[in-house]
């Protein structure tokens, strides 16, 4: 019964919150606690010559000091993580990768490879003292050819980042569905273009942190990190350290943001809890925003060659794209952004023509990972420009063209012709979305704009309006669990693997619970973010808690429901069939005025010889229920930017920004609309402001808040959300994942809408952010262009 | 580092007196001296806004100031706000109701930075209420449920304060 599934329940999490009584892991506190520093690389790519650790060592306060020598042989380097990197064989024999082994020491061996890696690290009684020692150290370095750019990084004979990475290619793969070649030769028109999407930093507002406590005793470590994957970190201590992985409980407390990056194992949640068993205390590490804008995992930084043939009237027959990953010094997610790029390309159009060349290369960067959106932003970026250019090209309304080349409510499920990554067949479950785009038109009264945007051209005024559409594989799995158990108070445990960083995971799932169960969310407790409260678990990242956790608690609690339903039945003298839950209450049918509560069903569940449980029931209240995914679901959505444009300074100003979006069953509207809300944010923020720059030798030139700029309250409008239900056949609850939806279309969206505010000037706009100066930049061009065009 | 300074600093109404290292960051004497962890550090360069404070009735960043400077001061956090029978207070409900925060971790800093906004700001405007949260980054929310919470907080402190000067009158 859906009661509280589809309601905008306020949150369990925010009463702590609000009242400065959430636990983060730099608010942790443990007696004996030493405090760690790392001493990072000034340089991209330098050989160490000799680390002199001797000053340092004598500072009053300081314990252990470390460096690659010391942790040679003893802690292996982080590689590639295999729960994301592999390649199913069907995948593999459709794009045929070619996968160099690629790694990072925990702190650098010889030689550094990106400005930022961990080189040693100082514990000492606080930070204070750590930092005083850190700098005491003294790095001799031998410097050696910065590697940059990733098209100089290919080529044969350049300096490589990582030995055995031939070229600096770390992987490549190749796709191809029909023959864009033909479809080239006989098309009306060719359009070939670059398209460029920056390198970023997630920045959530909580830097990394990490605390280890290891018990000489028992030998067991209990560390805290602020991570998205409790369970991923406890496999790669285990496997780097050697250790019993069961030893090892990693516990993700409040988390302060994630997107992604705070999903990538690092270095230093290996080190903290090697450390805390050399030292026999607990050791903590709180990361600052340098150390975060240089060290946490970055991401994107895409760049795409396309050829694209069409006709006359718009449509597109092939799409063809060579496009590069600059994946920094480690790649260690595989194929996860490139193959997402890959089979997002095409969205919500139909092209049947279809070839992808992708080569992730090394280059002397911070290494990229996985960042809301994970390779979709940057397919989308690409794809939408494409379709602006087609119609600018052809002089029609890019909804013209939008509307020509999109699949069809009743070709539903549509079957792309390639795989997924997980090697299920590419096939869009549900939606409808030209209706999405028409109920999109209809919400920016697209007509009146177009006339009030003539209008304000003749005032010498330059608004704009762009359009993004996007269809997105969400609720990845392998898998997610619930484990559900009833206390003697009658409150129900849920365990689940998922640990939230802000989605409301004690919320939503409760709901979920409540329904099945014939409960209220405030009878079920959500135990989320530590591995010690079941066996298995993923985490949350690719939009997929909703669905997998979702689907797992939903699934669970029907077990339990069953269980609680015979037992009752016995206490009740009735037929479990006969047997309902209602807020709390349990009867029979027949007589709603007797009732008992789970208090005494958890009473009768104990085990015991007097009254025993019949034999086929085994005793205690406690279920386990794993969810797996046949593959992913489709959610999909369509953007709509509002823009003005000042041509004399490039300044561009969002006047509105809409959007209509599918995610299957809403769980909870208030919480859904937030994810919209904070993904267009940081949508925005990648279209206009953020980018992650490094100069020709490889060092940062955006290490602050004054030069990495992210959006403020300022520069964000109030989005214009719709809603489309589409529901998903591939889970029970008919779910599709929404947390990383917002940050796609935005790039695209805005571009287009500046191109339009733009459109007597010949401009092209195919690399981000779009700051003013950029922007001025090639409204001077385009003006001179047209000048000369005038004066011949 | 042992030329220790004497401070005596009132938090949220109680009189902590410590030796303290001169260079020790405020938002450290909070956090670790007294233990009132509810301020966070987000950036320790003055930008987010996340530890802010409210320092003899103004806000500022914790991160920027040393405990020495704070000596003499009365110093209001997070953790005040709340009412003595541990209910929320009207700013803290209105942001729970509208869902002003996802991961929570900015949230004590922007609560400071309007409790101080509210005091003179009986019926904001969409604009004041984003120009005074303007120096307080959020990287979730997108700060549109943070503008309606401040909304219905001026709202519902208006009419307490309207309830109120009627029960006076009376």
Redesign the interface.
């Known amino acids: 019964m859906k009661k509280y599934v589809g309601q905008?329940i306020?949150?369990k999490?925010?009463?702590?919150?609000?009242?400065?009584?959430?636990?983060?892991v730099?608010?942790i506190?443990l007696a004996g606690m030493l405090e760690a520093v790392f001493v990072r690389s000034p340089q991209s790519h330098a050989r160490i010559r000799k680390i002199d650790i001797s000053k340092a060592k004598e500072l009053p306060g300081v314990h252990v000091i470390l460096i690659g020598d010391d942790i040679k042989g003893k802690i292996k380097p982080i590689t590639q993580f295999e729960s994301h990197s592999a390649v199913p064989p069907n995948v593999a024999k459709e794009i045929n990768p070619k996968i160099q082994f690629n790694y990072e020491s925990v702190l650098a061996v010889d030689k550094v490879m990106y400005v930022g890696q961990p080189v040693a690290v100082v514990v000492a009684d606080n930070r204070?003292i750590a930092e005083d020692a850190a700098d005491l150290i003294k790095v001799d370095y031998e410097q050696l050819t910065p590697i940059v750019n990733p098209f100089e990084a290919m080529k044969e004979g350049s300096p490589l980042v990582q030995e055995q990475v031939e070229q600096n290619i770390q992987m490549e793969f190749h796709l191809n569905l029909g023959d864009a070649r033909l479809a080239e030769q006989q098309a009306d028109h060719i359009l070939k273009t670059r398209v460029h999407t920056p390198r970023l930093s997630?920045?959530?507002?909580?830097?990394r942190g990490v605390i280890a406590d290891y018990d000489l005793r028992t030998e067991q470590t209990h560390v805290w990190s602020a991570t998205q994957l409790p369970f991923e970190v406890r496999a790669t201590i285990a496997h780097c350290l050697g250790w019993t992985e069961q030893n090892i409980r990693v516990t993700a407390p409040?988390?302060?943001?994630g997107?992604g990056p705070k999903g990538g194992v690092h270095p230093e949640e290996i080190v903290i809890p090697y450390i805390s068993n050399l030292v026999g205390r607990p050791v903590k590490w709180v990361e600052?925003?340098l150390e975060h804008l240089t060290s946490a995992r970055q991401s994107r930084d895409q760049i795409h060659d396309v050829v694209v043939a069409y006709r006359n009237d718009g449509t597109i027959l092939s799409l063809r794209d060579e496009f590069v990953v600059d994946s920094g010094a480690v790649n260690f997610f595989g194929f996860t952004c490139a193959y997402n790029t890959a089979y997002h390309l095409r969205g919500a159009f139909k092209i049947p023509n279809f070839e992808v060349t992708s080569r992730i290369v090394l280059t002397n960067k911070t290494p990229n990972v996985p960042f809301r959106g994970a390779g979709r932003p940057e397919a989308v970026f690409t794809m939408d420009r494409v379709i602006d250019m087609i119609a600018r090209k052809l002089k029609l309304d890019p909804v013209e063209v939008i509307k020509k080349n999109m699949i069809q409510a009743h070709e539903m499920p549509y079957d792309q012709g390639i795989l997924v990554k997980d090697g299920a067949r590419l096939i869009y479950d549900s939606g409808d979305y030209p209706a999405a785009l028409n109920q999109a038109l209809e919400m920016v009264e697209y007509d009146s704009f177009r006339k009030r945007q003539k209008e304000l051209k003749k005032e010498g005024k330059n608004i704009g309006i762009g359009i993004s559409t996007y269809v997105e594989g969400t609720g990845a799995g392998p898998f997610e669990g619930a484990l559900l158990s009833v206390d003697s108070t009658g409150k129900v445990i849920a365990h689940l693997g998922a640990s939230p960083?802000?989605?409301?995971h004690e919320t939503v799932f409760a709901q979920i619970g409540a329904d099945a169960l014939g409960l209220t969310p405030d009878d079920i407790v959500i135990k989320v973010g530590d591995t010690a409260v079941l066996p298995f678990g993923a985490g949350t990242y690719a939009s997929r808690s909703a669905v997998n956790a979702g689907s797992a608690m939903h699934e669970a609690s029907l077990k339990l429901r069953k269980k609680i339903v015979a037992i009752a039945g016995i206490i009740l003298g009735t037929p479990p069939e006969e047997v309902e839950m209602e807020d709390g209450k349990i009867f029979s049918k027949e007589n709603r005025s007797h009732s008992i509560t789970l208090q005494d069903v958890y009473k009768r569940a104990r085990p015991a010889a007097r009254p025993p449980l019949p034999p086929e029931i085994e005793p205690g209240l406690q279920v386990t229920h794993y969810f797996v995914p046949p593959t992913v679901t489709f959610a999909s959505s369509v953007h709509i930017a509002e823009v003005e444009v000042d041509k004399e300074t490039g300044f561009v100003e969002l006047q509105n920004y809409s959007v209509v979006h599918d995610c299957g069953t809403v769980i909870n509207p208030?919480?859904v609309?937030?994810q919209v809300?904070?993904?267009?944010?940081?949508g925005i923020g990648s279209a206009l402001y953020e980018e992650i720059v490094y100069d020709q030798n490889g060092q940062l030139l955006t290490g602050?808040?004054?030069d990495y700029l992210?959006p403020?309250?300022?520069e964000?409008?109030?989005?214009k959300k719709g809603h489309q239900e589409f529901l998903s056949t591939r889970n029970p609850l008919g779910i599709k994942g929404v947390g990383e939806g917002?940050a796609i279309s935005p790039p695209a969206a805005i571009a287009n809408a500046i191109v339009d505010a733009l459109s007597d000037l010949d401009i092209v706009i195919n690399q981000l952010p779009v700051s003013p100066s950029r922007l001025r930049g090639l409204i001077k061009e385009a003006e001179k262009k047209q000048n000369s065009i005038l004066s011949k | 580092m042992s030329n220790k300074v004497q401070v005596e600093i009132t938090i949220n109404g109680k009189i902590v007196q410590k030796e303290v290292e001169p260079r020790l960051l405020l938002t450290d004497f909070i956090r670790d001296e007294c233990n009132h962890t509810g301020t966070h550090l987000g950036c320790e360069h003055g930008v987010c806004g996340a530890c802010t404070i409210l320092l003899d009735n103004e806000p500022v960043r914790g991160c920027l100031m040393f405990a020495v400077q704070a000596d003499g001061s009365e110093i209001q956090t997070v953790e005040s706000l709340k009412n003595a029978d541990g209910t929320l207070n009207v700013l803290q409900q209105s942001f729970s109701d509208n869902h002003a925060l996802q991961c929570g971790f900015c949230t004590p800093g922007f609560l400071m930075t309007l409790t101080h906004f509210l005091e003179d700001h009986q019926n904001p405007s969409e604009k004041e209420i984003r120009e005074a949260i303007s120096g307080n980054l959020c990287r979730c929310t997108g700060y549109a449920n943070i503008i309606k919470a401040v909304q219905q907080a001026a709202k519902t402190l208006q009419n307490e304060e309207m309830n109120h000067s009627v029960i006076s009158a009376q």
């Open positions: 905008s306020k949150r999490e925010d009463y702590r919150l609000v009242t400065g009584t959430g636990q983060f730099a608010d506190k204070y997630s920045n959530p507002i909580e830097t409040d988390v302060g943001g997107f600052d925003r960083q802000g989605q409301g208030m919480i609309d937030g809300q904070g993904g267009v944010a940081q602050t808040y004054m992210l403020t309250s300022m964000i409008p109030t989005v917002g």
